[in-house]
């Protein structure tokens, strides 16, 4: 019970000063709220409108064409942080020409759905999805990373996850033996 009451008795001292700058304590406070404040404006002035963040465009090429790829492409088109390319009822695009328009420029990003993806994800593998991604576009990535996680988990079901923690624990294993 000592080492209770004696970290109470310095919480205490260390609260106690705390307080007692004002300075301190308004910069606390109050800095946070004025940054926040001000980065959100910024990013409704840059994106626009009433919606929290923009929507970047992906493009894809569904070489598959299974019910589990139908249901990834699906769930990309509904993602708020994703614009999904070709769209809906635009003519199909290959791997080659999404691979074509990220090497001219036309295109930052695009998702290879590559065969046997829905076989993969119904045998409760992990399926490689392939990304070609134009260089020094930083911030599109993590938002794509973002969509592109919560419909691969509403499409896989959770199938994948075993999998996907599997590889995660070598990976950590791997980096821990590196030190």
Do not use: N
């Not at 070489?63 to 790829?69: I, L, T």
């Not at 599109?140 to 691969?152: H, K």
């Amino acid at each position: 019970m000592s080492l209770f009451r004696d970290a109470w008795t310095i919480a205490r001292k260390d609260l106690r000063s705390y307080f007692r700058d004002r300075t301190g304590m308004l910069l606390g406070f109050l800095l946070p709220i004025a940054l926040v404040t001000a980065f959100g404006f910024i990013a409704q002035v840059l994106y626009g409108g009433q919606s929290a963040m923009g929507r970047t465009t992906l493009w894809f090429a569904d070489e598959d064409q299974s019910a589990g790829s139908e249901a990834l492409v699906g769930l990309l088109r509904d993602s708020s942080t994703i614009a999904l390319r070709p769209r809906a009822g635009d003519d199909a695009v290959d791997a080659a020409e999404v691979r074509l328009k990220v090497e001219g420029g036309d295109a930052h990003h695009a998702l290879i759905i590559p065969a046997g993806f829905g076989d993969a994800i119904e045998s409760g593998g992990l399926p490689e999805l392939q990304m070609v991604r134009y260089p020094d576009r930083g911030m599109e990535g993590q938002m794509i990373s973002i969509g592109l996680m919560q419909a691969y988990m509403g499409a896989t079901e959770g199938k994948s996850f075993p999998a996907m923690m599997g590889r995660q624990s070598v990976r950590v294993c791997g980096l821990l033996r590196a030190y």
